[in-house]
């Protein structure tokens, strides 16, 4: 992701807004008073083609659901049925594997 910003100096950063004019709530209709100038060129953000895949994937990301549905349902049904079995060992692999990832 590319990001280029030219001219920005502490200068610039005072009294920065949308036309770079101050608003008066005390003059009538919301006028704006020309108190605060800023400088007219506008800063240019380039997004590669990369950051843009990036984006679109965590939105299909973001879409999907955390849970497997279907392999939830598998499991309610072998335990209904009796057949879901527990390989101990593995069981206790796993917990230890994730006991040590841990900080």
Do not use: C, H, Y
Request: hydrophobic fraction near 35%.
């Amino acid at each position: 992701m590319a990001v280029e910003i030219n001219s920005l100096s502490s200068g610039n950063l005072k009294g920065t807004g949308d036309s770079g004019l101050v608003t008066r709530s005390g003059l009538p209709g919301g006028k704006r008073s020309a108190t605060s100038t800023t400088s007219t060129r506008k800063d240019r953000f380039n997004m590669t083609g990369s950051a843009g895949k990036l984006l679109e994937l965590e939105g299909r990301i973001a879409q999907m659901p955390i849970v497997d549905g279907q392999k939830v349902e598998a499991v309610k049904l072998a335990l209904a049925n009796g057949s879901f079995t527990i390989d101990p060992q593995t069981a206790a692999d796993k917990m230890l594997a994730m006991e040590l990832s841990l900080p």
